[in-house]
């Protein structure tokens, strides 16, 4: 019989069947072939079979190669199917946050903060509620540190040397209550000198009998800055002695704490030091009787003109800061 042969040649073997029909003979090479063929693919398919679980079995090796024993991260599982590299990276777990840390009181004692605040505010920050004591003095007509004149209305307060800062405190409006939930709304126009301590506020005795008893004396509070909701319109002040050549400018009747005040110069504007008299100086004159720009502590400015260089005359202008 006629085979092909696939190996090193065979010595002829004893035995051996011939086949003489051409039929015949080709039909058995038809088997033949058939039967390679079906070899090489079979061959070919093992290989693939082989290669498709070396992989598999590269892909379910653990991620920490040393955990072998560690489960699988449930945290960060995917639906995608798993991707081989030449050098893969180790799977990051994710770790749970850790619980928040107390915050560490500043010397102003606060109970709670509502949010935060602009970098203009000082240490007197919106939304934030402060705890103190409260005293009382007697306010006469109502001015005070911040020159604003007398008052009619005497719901008015010192603020504490510490958060008065140098006048940034004046004309802030804060809402002040007591341990029985009793509460009254002041405005900050003079300061309460040392020993007065962070977060005291010196109440005038109109306000205090609001609160309390005027015997006690001395009550425990918390207290917030307001943006009230009705507020006329901002009047401008020159100091007395105020000309062409030195000028002090401070603003009054404002919504909201003032932070800074500028003056138009040929150069641009110029920004005032603030005294502790809640004034703005200009000593060399320099944008005096020219024209004006305040900024509140939220940010916002207003531009005023037509101020006459008049010394201790308010005059009224036609804007305010919006409300918050």
Known sequence: ?????????????????????????????????????????????????????????????PADS???????????ASSQPPVTSPSPSP???????PASKPRTPSSTPRAESAGSTGSLA??????????????????????????????????????????????????????????NGASITVRITNECPLPCEPGQIDLSQQAFAKLADLSVGRIPITWKLLSPAEAGTISIRYKDGSSQWWCAIQAI?????????????????????????????????NGCGRAI?????????????????????AQPTRVQFARH
């Not at 003489?20 to 058939?34: M, R």
């Not at 040393?66 to 960060?76: L, R």
């Not at 799977?91 to 946050?97: N, V």
């Open 1 to 61: 019989m006629r085979t092909t042969n696939h190996g090193p040649s065979e010595p002829p073997r004893k035995h051996r069947l011939t086949i003489d029909n051409p039929l015949t003979l080709l039909a058995v090479s038809v088997v033949v072939c058939l039967a390679a063929a079906l070899l090489v693919g079979g061959s070919t398919d093992a290989w693939r079979a082989t290669d498709e679980s070396a992989t598999a079995a590269q892909s379910s090796d």
């Open 66 to 76: 040393d955990s072998p024993t560690a489960a699988p991260d449930a945290t960060i």
């Open 91 to 97: 799977r990051r777990t994710r770790k749970p946050s």
């Open 122 to 179: 000082g240490r007197i920050e919106p939304g934030v509620r402060y705890r103190g004591v409260a005293t009382a003095y007697e306010a006469g007509d109502g001015n005070g540190a911040c020159l604003f004149g007398p008052a009619d209305d005497l719901m008015i307060a010192a603020m504490n040397h510490t958060d008065y800062e140098t006048a940034r405190a004046c004309g802030a409006y804060v809402r002040v209550r007591a341990a």
């Open 253 to 285: 009747g404002h919504r909201n704490p003032v932070a800074a005040l500028e003056v138009r110069t040929s150069n641009g504007w110029r920004r005032l030091q603030r005294t502790d008299y809640n004034y703005f100086l200009a000593e060399d004159g």
């Open 293 to 313: 720009r305040i900024t509140d502590i939220y940010g916002e400015r207003l531009t005023i003109t037509g101020i006459a260089l008049e010394p201790d005359v």
